[in-house]
Nanobody
Framework: QVQLVESGGGLVHPGASLRLSCAAS????????MGWFRQAPGKEREFVAA????????DYADSVKSRFSVSRDNAKNTVYLQMNSLKPEDKAVYYC????????????????????WGQGTQVTVSS
């Protein structure tokens, strides 16, 4: 079972940037892609972004489009979430997740297709 470790979270002011990293213990051929989700206090876990290992194709939640960018480094078994123009409403624990399921991009936002999850990294945005 693959293990995922997130890093890069922290406390920043509105308008600042952060880059989150998610390192996988290994990457087998069966691993299809990675997703980023976040959960704020009192709210459900929500989809943020996703990327395919093989093609680099991406998907984003409407709330972060034009501000966030997800990418992957296959050689390092690592995915990144570049977050720009951060807003207070971006405050949450951010989780990365791995899926083996090869499916349509429209399904990448569904947390049920992901098999392994990291422990999360805290992002706080406040003035």
């Amino acid at each position: 079972q693959v293990q995922l470790v997130e890093s890069g979270g922290g406390l920043v002011h509105p308008g600042a940037s952060l880059r989150l990293s998610c390192a996988a213990s290994r990457r087998a051929f069966s691993m299809a892609g990675m997703g980023w989700f976040r959960q704020a206090p009192g709210k459900e876990r929500e989809f943020v972004a996703a990327v395919s290992w093989s093609t680099g194709n991406t998907d984003y939640a409407d709330s972060v489009k034009s501000r966030f960018s997800v990418s992957r480094d296959n050689a390092k078994n690592t995915v990144y979430l570049q977050m720009n123009s951060l807003k207070p409403e971006d405050k949450a624990v951010y989780y990365c997740a791995e899926r083996d399921d090869v499916t349509q991009r429209s399904r990448w936002s569904n947390p049920l297709i992901y098999e392994n999850w990291g422990q999360g990294t805290q992002v706080t945005v406040s003035s």
